[in-house]
Structures are given as C-alpha cells and as structure tokens.
C-alpha cells in the first residue's frame, strides 16, 4: 500500500499528526521519508474535503521546528561521539563522508546551511545534530529553523496542494474532451469501414459483370 494510499485510510486528525511526527523524527535525526509524507498528505488534502492544506502545512511545520530544537539539544549534549554512534546504526546515512559533507556545509555557510538544509533530504536529516554538535549559538538556529520550516512545509504543502486541484480539474476537463475525441473517432473508423465495403462490393460487382472472353 501506498503512502497516500494508507493515509487515505485514517481520519484527519490522524493525517495531521502523522506529518507532523514522521518529519519531527526525521528532522531530529531519524531517517525517514518526511518528504514524502508530507507531499502525499498535501495531495491527498487537495481532493479530501476532510484535510485543511493550512492546518496540515502548520503541522508539518511545527513537526519540522521541534523536531530540529531536539536533534540541536541531543546534538549538543552528545557532541561527536553521538555522531560516531548514528554512524554505527544508521551508515547509509551518517557514513563519515555524509557528515565530513554536511560539516563542511555548515562551516561554510552556517545559519544558511540550517535554513536551505531543510530542502535537501540529507542536510534535513543532519540540520539539527550538527548545529547542536558544532556549538553553533542557538538564537541563530532558530530563527534559521524557524522560516526554514515555514518555507518549506508551508511551500511544499501549497505547490503540492494547487498542483493536485488544477491536475484534479484538468482530468475531469480531459474526460469529456476524452470522451468526445473517442465518439469522433470511432464514427470516422464506422464511415471509413463502410467506405471501403461499398468499394470492394463494387469492385467485385464489376469483376462479375465482365463477359468472359470465347475461349480459341
């Protein structure tokens, strides 16, 4: 079963909570497809009466902001060997090169790698612990958090949200264009199968009324 699938399946108050907690732990530092989530939700709510796009962009917000002020407080209370640790049980993602990458990233761009990390699915995993692990002052942290979260929950759930309503119109639209192309279709196949049947009778009427020469 699908993501969108299974969230179609549960009330909105649920859809609501899983956002907001799938991308909490995904911005804490477990690797999960927050993304994801929140893009299936964003198009279910566009043809789900039941789902509002402004409350579900404000939870997949709220998810995004508090789960990076956990990661950022582990990060820091933990240091480099919580690092070490992540790498041990999850080294597909906190391999030595991903986070010898992101710690690059972040001392290069500091409250900007926080903010746009948010809208790259490693730096999004990493956003919150390194920031913690790096000392990076927690005032500039959050305000990095804070309007990364909103731009890129808010946004992702609007685009996805518009996106589904005019994709929704467009397919009912097509239907009937659909619809008609088929009925022009095939009445232009009928008329061409008759066509060439009267032709060939025709043909072979003709052949029949021909004499037959005298044989020698």
């Given at each position: ?38 893009v299936?939700?964003?198009?279910l ?34 240091g ?60 500039k ?9 909103i ?39 009928m ?26």
């Amino acid at each position: 079963m699908h993501v969108q699938e299974w969230l179609d399946t549960v009330p909105a108050a649920a859809v609501y909570a899983v956002v907001a907690l799938v991308i909490g732990l995904e911005s804490l530092g477990v690797p999960l497809p927050g993304e994801i989530v929140l893009v299936s939700a964003a198009l279910l709510s566009s043809q789900h009466s039941g789902i509002n796009p402004v409350v579900l962009g404000a939870c997949a917000t709220l998810g995004a902001v508090i789960g990076d002020s956990i990661g950022y407080a582990i990060g820091r209370k933990g240091g480099r060997p919580l690092l070490a640790w992540l790498g041990r049980k999850f080294p597909r993602h906190f391999s030595e090169g991903h986070v010898a990458t992101a710690e690059r990233s972040f001392e290069k761009w500091g409250m900007w790698a926080v903010f746009f990390g948010r809208f790259i699915a490693l730096l999004r995993i990493f956003a919150g612990p390194l920031a913690g692990v790096l000392h990076m002052p927690y005032w500039k942290f959050l305000i990095a958090n804070v309007l990364g979260g909103i731009c890129w929950a808010g946004g992702t759930t609007a685009v996805i949200y518009y996106v589904g309503v005019v994709a929704e119109d467009w397919l009912k639209r097509f239907s009937y264009v659909g619809l008609a192309a088929a009925v022009l279709v095939g009445v232009a196949s009928m008329l061409l199968v008759r066509r060439k049947a009267k032709k060939a009778a025709a043909e072979r009427e003709a052949a029949e009324s021909e004499p037959v020469p005298a044989a020698d």
